[in-house]
């Protein structure tokens, strides 16, 4: 998707939300929140659709400062929908914001290709997926899962969704269970080895992040797992291979990723605080796996439906 070149934002229009003070990577800033009319265009236009797929609308989205716009490397087009709710409290985590899923809608006519409406029909966005290879974004108001061909029984490769907010997360993010780590060098951790470490039957998640290159781990699994390089900003570990729950009993997936100079020079792991969770003792451990592991294939995210599918190589 493009934002059409005619269309400027008018970046002096008053959203009626105040600044709030938020929190990129270790960069702490101020992001000012603003209001434009905004449209988006197809790179593969339809006959009943030919300019644009996504309705004209006054689109509340935030200006970072300077700070947090050299952390971020740039603006950032957010994929998660769906906020906490629930999180109604007088002192809340965060100030919410509403997201560019809730506010986007699509136009009717689109036939199914990449870029398009490939719901048939006007309303929200309740899927998307992303082709890293080809560099295509599409995004649908039906499921977008089961349209997508992969080899064997589909349930063997469809990832239900772990809803984080259950455990205070402020948004939803894309997370899977883990079933098992594998470090590439005979360190293998599954959720039994987790929980006779910790005495707790605490699962460990990994969260989807196509906005992030490398890999990174919670600081509560780094310290249990690397506590010889607690303190430390990288580790040694130069392939990662992470074991995912599907919706299959009797199969799971995997995500891997290795260095390399050439094919892979991004991915790295390194800790990482999170203050998502309202009980630091009771909640997931968390891996997060960008595009080292996510640029091999296309996401496919169904939001509603709670279901995730990655097609290598497709």
């Known amino acids: 998707l493009f934002l059409e070149p005619e269309m400027k934002f008018q970046l002096g229009q008053d959203s009626g939300y105040p600044p709030t003070v938020d929190i990129y990577g270790s960069q702490s800033g101020t992001i000012t929140w603003k209001k434009s009319l905004v449209r988006a265009t197809s790179i593969y236009p339809t006959t009943a659709n030919p300019n644009h797929i996504l309705s004209p609308t006054n689109l509340v989205f935030g200006i970072l400062d300077e700070n947090l716009a050299q952390e971020s490397g740039g603006p950032l087009f957010g994929l998660i929908k769906n906020c906490n709710s629930s999180m109604g ?17 699509m136009d009717s006519g689109g036939d ?8 048939g029909g006007g309303g929200g966005i309740s899927s998307f997926s992303i082709d890293s290879a080809n560099r295509l974004l599409t995004l649908s108001t039906k499921s977008l899962i089961g349209t997508t061909g992969v080899e064997g029984r589909l349930d063997d490769h ?22 098992a780590l594998d470090f590439g060098n005979g360190k293998v951790i599954d959720s039994h080895d987790i929980a006779k470490r910790t005495g707790t039957t605490r699962p460990i998640v990994a969260v989807l992040d196509t906005g992030l290159t490398g890999c990174l781990m919670s600081d509560n699994l780094w310290q249990l797992l690397f506590e010889e390089n607690h303190g430390k900003q990288e580790s040694h570990v130069k392939e990662l291979s992470v074991r995912v729950k599907t919706l299959s009993k009797d199969t799971s997936f995997l995500f891997h990723a290795k260095y390399s100079p050439s094919e ?5 792991l390194g800790p990482i605080s999170l203050d998502w969770f309202d009980d630091e003792d009771t909640c997931p451990f968390v891996i997060v796996l960008g595009q080292s592991f996510l640029n091999q294939g296309k996401l496919t995210i169904d939001i509603d439906d709670r279901r995730a599918l990655f097609s290598i190589g497709k």
Do not use: C, E, I, W
């Open 158 to 179: 469809v990832m239900p969704l772990v809803d984080l907010r259950f455990y205070g997360d402020f948004v939803d993010h894309y997370a899977v269970q883990v079933v």
């Open 264 to 268: 892979n020079p991004f991915f790295s």
């Open 89 to 105: 409290t007088s002192t809340p985590k965060v100030q919410l914001r509403p997201t560019l899923l809730q506010q986007l809608s």
């Open 112 to 119: 199914g290709a990449s870029g398009r409406n490939v719901g």
